[in-house]
């Protein structure tokens, strides 16, 4: 555990609080489900029946991903995972139902 402020989180765990940006391959199947799979975070797959639903499936695989390295691993190497940061401003594409 991490010495200094009474609440302060214990090590990795900034990490892990903090916004990246995992670039995903999103693709439909033949069964017309979609799959995502992201060369930045490997073992990141995700299948969801629309768009939305594989995104938030997604959100939660590489999230669970990175507390697993970090539990693993100890804040040292889950922070050699090599995301972006969010940065103030950037390009989001929006998928939206006609």
């Known amino acids: 555990m991490r010495t200094g402020a009474p609440h302060s989180p214990p090590l990795g765990v900034e990490f892990l609080l903090m916004?990246?940006?995992?670039?995903?391959?999103?693709?439909?199947?033949?069964?017309g489900v979609y799959l995502a799979t992201s060369d930045d975070m490997p073992g990141l797959v995700a299948q969801g029946r629309t768009i939305q639903e594989t995104l938030e499936i997604a959100r939660d695989v590489a999230k669970k991903l990175l507390e697993a390295r970090a539990e693993r691993s100890g804040a040292k190497r889950a922070s050699r995972v090599k995301l972006a940061p969010v940065k103030t401003r950037f390009d989001y594409p929006l998928i939206v139902s006609a």
């Open 19 to 31: 916004e990246r940006i995992v670039q995903l391959h999103i693709e439909k199947l033949p069964e």
